[in-house]
């Protein structure tokens, strides 16, 4: 029984100094943080993602500028990967006619595998291309947006204006959202940077 006393004082000076150790390494907080106000009222907004890729005339026009260059490029890849099997399928018809001889066959083969490489070669650069086109108009999709805001904003003295894409605002009255207002702002910009 004097054991058992012994593990469990030395059980609970563990745990105190576990306790002890651990209350050493939490955060401590910013005293300047602590001193900083929070404001008083929070006025918020959001705004409807999906509306202004729909109906913003710059989100538009650029995603049918990315969407033509898209089938462009498939369409390009298409066109070689199917002369490339048209080679390869006619290759295959003479070889099996004897219509090349050995050194012949081995060459135009090389040749062909040098074009199928060279077409992943195209289609990985195309690829490549493309997704920094993408990167490019997501950002400047999103610094005009981001912009506009602040402008917007310099009168409307919004605490917070969240962007509302599909559900991920599980409630938000209609009265908070600005979208209309935020994209016929857009617009109106956009013709202006236009001209």
Do not use: W
């Not at 006025?43 to 990315?66: G, H, N, P, Q």
């Not at 400047?140 to 962007?163: E, G, M, W």
């Amino acid at each position: 029984m004097k054991k058992n006393i012994l593990k469990n004082v030395a059980v609970v000076a563990l745990a105190g100094i576990a306790l002890t150790a651990c209350n050493k390494s939490q955060p401590q907080v910013d005293q300047k943080a602590e001193n900083q106000k929070a404001p008083t009222s929070l006025k918020v907004a959001y705004v409807e993602v999906d509306s202004i890729m729909t109906r913003y005339t710059f989100a538009k026009d650029y995603s049918a500028l990315l969407q033509k260059k898209s089938q462009n490029i498939q369409n390009t890849i298409n066109a070689k990967g199917q002369a490339l099997q048209e080679a390869a399928a006619n290759f295959q018809q003479k070889v099996q006619a004897n219509a090349y001889t050995r050194d012949q066959a081995q060459a135009i083969q090389a040749g062909l595998q040098k074009q199928q490489q060279d077409l992943q070669g195209l289609q990985q650069r195309l690829s490549n291309e493309f997704q920094a086109e993408t990167e490019k108009y997501n950002k400047a999709l999103h610094d005009s947006i981001a912009h506009y805001l602040t402008v917007y904003n310099k009168d409307k003295h919004f605490s917070l204006i969240f962007s509302k894409q599909g559900d991920n605002l599980l409630y938000a009255d209609k009265a908070y959202d600005i979208t209309s207002d935020v994209v016929a702002g857009l617009n109106k910009a956009y013709k202006k940077n236009e001209k």
